[in-house]
C-alpha cells in the first residue's frame, strides 16, 4: 500500500481566502438580518433570571474559559451585565482562588512550609 503524500491533502492559499471571504459574508449576512439585543436588554433578561442568570453566566464563562476565548471579552461581558461592583468582586474571588488554590489543595501543610 503507497503512503499518501501529506502535501496533497493542503488547501492553496486561494482556496483558503474563498473559504475566509465565505465565512466573513456569511458573518455580515448574519449580522445584518438577526436581532441582536442591546446591552440593557440583556441586563434586564439576567435580572429577569435571578439567581439562575448569574449561575447560567458562570457555567458559561467557566466553560468558555477552557477554550481558547479572549479573557478580556468575558471579562467586559461580565461588566457589562453585573456593573463595575459585580466585575471587580467577580475578578477579586477569581484572583484569590487562582492564588490560593495550591494551598487549599495541598493542605496546611503546604502553608507550614
Known sequence: MPEEDVNERKLS?????????AL????AVIAWFVD????DEIRARVAAAGLV???VFVLAYAGLSLTPTPASVLSIAAGVLFGFA????????????RRHWPTFSAGTSALMR
Not at 492559499?13 to 471571504?21: D, E, N, Y
Not at 466573513?24 to 458573518?27: M, N, R
Open 36 to 39: 441582536i439585543p442591546s446591552a
Open 24 to 27: 466573513l459574508i456569511i458573518g
Open 86 to 97: 459585580g466585575e471587580s468582586l467577580r475578578c477579586l474571588l477569581r484572583q484569590c482562588s
Open 13 to 21: 492559499p486561494l482556496v483558503k481566502l474563498a473559504i475566509l471571504g
Open 53 to 55: 442568570g448569574v449561575l
